[in-house]
């Protein structure tokens, strides 16, 4: 890949840090270097960008990198980019140092900034770096196993406590506006009601029901697992005391779940989809988001990818319903 046209390639992340983005960032970089390029790591997102916090990047420079949680480039959202202003200046500055493909690690957000600058001429490719999973295009985000596994132990320490003290508790996961996180550990710590953006009717007397029901039949506990897209969780348990007379407390995970050193899955898909990344923009690829999909890494446009649309899997869905009765 010698011959590609595109010299130098920069990289960046954006919006939420997600562990295994290093990993991605290393790949990025090494791939490219692989491939006769050079590279330039850009600092806090595309607010770094706008300030021109650009730095050279060789191998070395990613080393001791792949096992640690968070961005070693820092990251951050940018309102600037969202304008056309800045989306001009921001494709200027990438111009003024050489760079003619963009990285960019972050979530659908971010590939709205790649986009604009893909039609200003810049190369750009999307990596799909969030916990949420709320990307349509792909079956994988970076971050997201982490992310659930960090929860899953926190939630299993809960219980814990919530049975001896025979109490409900209410434990809110991450996630925005999906579901996905909340259903994944909702499954794997055994919730007994789980509540999802996009499935939830806000009727709490069935909850209430439930909570009630399973005390008869000798349950110890009752755990809710609470998405941040309902959110709610604190005015939600003083409710549910009121109504059932027992002790009901809410934990808000919050972004201990964003942190933590990337399992094993993520520093692979983070390894697997930073390289492919660097090898499409060396075949001349431009205005592509990478995903996993079938089992495999692929890309997309990004405009059919920000229009594709994601849905919780309904036999997931009716699993965990049947399971936690
Ligand atoms: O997108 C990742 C995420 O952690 C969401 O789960 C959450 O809604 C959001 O970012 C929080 O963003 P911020 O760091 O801006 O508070």
Redesign the pocket.
Known sequence: MADSKIKTIGVLTS??DAPGMNAAIRAVVRKSIANGMTVKGIQRGYSGLLNEEIIEMDKRSVSDIIQRGGTILGTA?CEEMRTEEGQKKAADICRRHGIDGLVVIG?DGSYRGALALSHLGINAVGLPG???LDIACTDYTIGFDTAINTAMQAIDKVRDTSSSHERCSIIEV???NAGYIALWCGIANGAEDILLPEKYDYDEQKIVDNIINNRKHGKRHHIIINA?GIGHSTSMARRIEAATGIETRATILGYMQ?GGSPTCKDRFYGSLMGAYAADILAAGKNNRVVAFKNGEVTDFDIEEALAMQKSIPEYQYEVSRILSR
Do not use: S
Request: charged fraction near 40%.
């Open positions: 919006g939420g959202r979530g969030t916990i949420d991450m996630g925005r941040e964003r």
